[in-house]
């Protein structure tokens, strides 16, 4: 081909389009990231550009650039059609889009033609020589794209939103991109045990300069029950069934506003209605899941459990927290639900068979990871009544230098089975040293100290806690 390989790729990194915003397939499930998209698609016309965009990333990292195509074709059809005065501006992201689909499909002749194309609307659009502009809109569907691709871009979402804003401050779309990285970024903070921002009057906003927006509405009303303003929170539920009965997106988040509330069948009967409207959704799976076991511990707590009852809503949470690692198996709490489920059941090898096989996963985040060692502890001291393997797993998440919150329940599981055991006489030195053990991971290194000396006065031989010992002392 006539077209440098070189130069063309040069060209194409400096574009802004999906295949420069560095989203990697390895944080979604491509299957039901797709999914989402066609939902959203059919729920709402006014972002079918940038639903189009994304599915056409997508559609090339399922490898089917074919499809990929139809999609952009797709998004120009709606450009012409709605947009016909600013076909150019609304069209840089998708061009972008079809240059490098172009480009992987070794068709370098075209991709050069979108290249171009790009190129020569960015001069006209600008009146910079250099031709660089820093359109809003671009911005946005850059952040709408982060926020797709999950928790790991939720920062760089909300910078984009703020990029675009600086702009543009009363802008519906922007705001409201902005309060949704806000209120995600607050629960992986909360998550985290981190310093939470608060996003109840970005929230607001949104809402203000978007009264239809029911997804926002629904946000408020959980980040009210967040503060525990649970009852005004309810009011903006109530109000959003009002508005959009039929919308899935508002009906999951009323259904979690209910569930946490304790009103689970309320909840159930929402999630059936959205499941209803669109089946695929591993959300919605995961949340009757959820709903399912808060019932089955709810009947185990009453005096005389009915069997059948139990065995029928045991089967329902396993199939729906089955299809939810079928179809995102990257959804890595969805794990600890489902043995934790096998475990209420007493089907203790399936529970086990499913911790065994996420703790193998090599893509497991560290707090996810902390978390499932949590709950494998949990399983081993409770169900299968093994304190010394329950310890061995609490250590293993206790290991891990960051502290998220399954780190800090893994402590906490920890120093209450060891003082128990050391309370009740069973003092010996194992249990000293293993309590001196968790002070040295959590920084308490005069605590680890007094129990490594007890521990030893008990086995005066014991290489490790002597080590330890030793090395604690030259530390302080």
């Given at each position: 081909?006539?077209?440098?390989?070189?130069?063309?790729?040069?060209?194409?990194?400096?574009l802004e389009c999906h295949f420069t915003w560095t989203l990697l397939k390895e944080h979604v499930g491509l299957e039901a990231l797709e999914e989402t998209i066609l939902d959203h698609i059919e729920f709402f016309v006014e972002y079918r550009i940038r639903d189009y965009n994304i599915l056409s990333y997508v559609c090339h990292l399922k490898n089917s650039n074919e499809e990929a195509l139809k999609n952009l074709r797709r998004a120009e059809e709606f450009i012409q059609k709605h947009h016909p005065g600013e076909i150019a501006r609304r069209s840089l992201v998708t061009w972008g889009n079809y240059a490098w689909i172009y480009y992987h499909m070794q068709r370098y002749e075209e991709a050069q033609t979108y290249v171009s194309k790009v190129e020569n609307s960015y001069k006209n659009l600008s009146s910079t020589a250099d031709g660089k502009i820093q359109l809003p809109e671009i911005y946005a569907e850059q952040g709408w794209s982060l926020l797709r691709f999950g928790r790991n871009y939720f920062e760089k979402a909300k910078n984009c939103f703020e990029n675009a804003l600086k702009s543009e401050p009363d802008d519906p779309d922007f705001n409201a991109g902005y309060a949704i990285a806000m209120y995600r970024l607050e629960g992986l903070a909360a998550r985290h045990g981190d310093e939470m921002r608060p996003c109840l009057e970005a929230l607001k906003r949104a809402v203000e300069l978007n009264p239809k927006d029911t997804t926002a509405v629904a946000l408020i009303a959980l980040e009210l029950q967040r503060l525990k303003r649970g009852n005004e929170g309810e009011r903006y539920i109530e109000e959003g069934l009002q508005k959009t009965p039929n919308f899935p997106l508002f009906l999951r988040y009323a259904a979690i506003f209910y569930r946490r509330?304790?009103?689970v069948n309320k909840a159930v009967k929402i999630l059936k209605k959205a499941?209803?409207?669109t089946p695929n959704s591993v959300v919605l799976h995961h949340q009757l899941g959820l709903c399912y076991k808060f019932k089955i511990l709810q009947l185990k707590n009453t005096r005389y459990t009915p069997q059948e009852?139990?065995?029928?809503?045991?089967?329902?949470?396993?199939?729906?927290?089955?299809?939810?690692?079928?179809?995102?198996?990257v959804f890595f709490t969805a794990y600890s639900d489902l043995a934790n489920i096998y475990a209420l059941g007493k089907r203790y090898e399936e529970a086990e068979e499913?911790?065994?096989?996420?703790?193998?996963?090599?893509?497991l985040p560290c707090d996810d990871k902390q978390d499932i060692y949590f709950n494998y502890g949990?399983?081993?001291?409770?169900?299968?009544?093994?304190?010394?393997?329950?310890?061995?797993?609490?250590?293993?998440?206790?290991?891990?230098?960051?502290?998220?919150?399954?780190?800090?329940?893994?402590?906490?599981?920890?120093?209450?089975?060891?003082?128990?055991?050391?309370?009740?006489g069973l003092g010996d030195a194992t249990n000293i040293g293993t309590l001196g053990l968790v002070h040295n991971l959590n920084g308490k290194k005069?605590?680890?100290?007094?129990?490594?000396?007890?521990?030893i006065a008990l086995d005066p031989?014991?290489?490790?806690?002597?080590?330890?010992?030793a090395e604690l002392q030259l530390s302080i």
């Amino acid at each position: 081909s006539t077209i440098s390989k070189d130069s063309l790729k040069t060209s194409l990194l400096q574009l802004e389009c999906h295949f420069t915003w560095t989203l990697l397939k390895e944080h979604v499930g491509l299957e039901a990231l797709e999914e989402t998209i066609l939902d959203h698609i059919e729920f709402f016309v006014e972002y079918r550009i940038r639903d189009y965009n994304i599915l056409s990333y997508v559609c090339h990292l399922k490898n089917s650039n074919e499809e990929a195509l139809k999609n952009l074709r797709r998004a120009e059809e709606f450009i012409q059609k709605h947009h016909p005065g600013e076909i150019a501006r609304r069209s840089l992201v998708t061009w972008g889009n079809y240059a490098w689909i172009y480009y992987h499909m070794q068709r370098y002749e075209e991709a050069q033609t979108y290249v171009s194309k790009v190129e020569n609307s960015y001069k006209n659009l600008s009146s910079t020589a250099d031709g660089k502009i820093q359109l809003p809109e671009i911005y946005a569907e850059q952040g709408w794209s982060l926020l797709r691709f999950g928790r790991n871009y939720f920062e760089k979402a909300k910078n984009c939103f703020e990029n675009a804003l600086k702009s543009e401050p009363d802008d519906p779309d922007f705001n409201a991109g902005y309060a949704i990285a806000m209120y995600r970024l607050e629960g992986l903070a909360a998550r985290h045990g981190d310093e939470m921002r608060p996003c109840l009057e970005a929230l607001k906003r949104a809402v203000e300069l978007n009264p239809k927006d029911t997804t926002a509405v629904a946000l408020i009303a959980l980040e009210l029950q967040r503060l525990k303003r649970g009852n005004e929170g309810e009011r903006y539920i109530e109000e959003g069934l009002q508005k959009t009965p039929n919308f899935p997106l508002f009906l999951r988040y009323a259904a979690i506003f209910y569930r946490r509330k304790g009103e689970v069948n309320k909840a159930v009967k929402i999630l059936k209605k959205a499941l209803a409207l669109t089946p695929n959704s591993v959300v919605l799976h995961h949340q009757l899941g959820l709903c399912y076991k808060f019932k089955i511990l709810q009947l185990k707590n009453t005096r005389y459990t009915p069997q059948e009852e139990m065995e029928n809503l045991i089967q329902l949470a396993i199939f729906h927290f089955k299809r939810v690692i079928d179809k995102k198996p990257v959804f890595f709490t969805a794990y600890s639900d489902l043995a934790n489920i096998y475990a209420l059941g007493k089907r203790y090898e399936e529970a086990e068979e499913i911790f065994q096989e996420v703790l193998q996963r090599n893509d497991l985040p560290c707090d996810d990871k902390q978390d499932i060692y949590f709950n494998y502890g949990n399983f081993q001291q409770f169900h299968m009544k093994s304190e010394s393997k329950a310890i061995e797993c609490y250590i293993e998440g206790l290991k891990m230098e960051e502290d998220f919150y399954g780190r800090k329940m893994c402590s906490k599981a920890l120093e209450t089975l060891l003082n128990q055991k050391i309370k009740s006489g069973l003092g010996d030195a194992t249990n000293i040293g293993t309590l001196g053990l968790v002070h040295n991971l959590n920084g308490k290194k005069q605590e680890a100290i007094e129990c490594y000396k007890k521990a030893i006065a008990l086995d005066p031989n014991n290489e490790e806690y002597l080590n330890a010992l030793a090395e604690l002392q030259l530390s302080i």
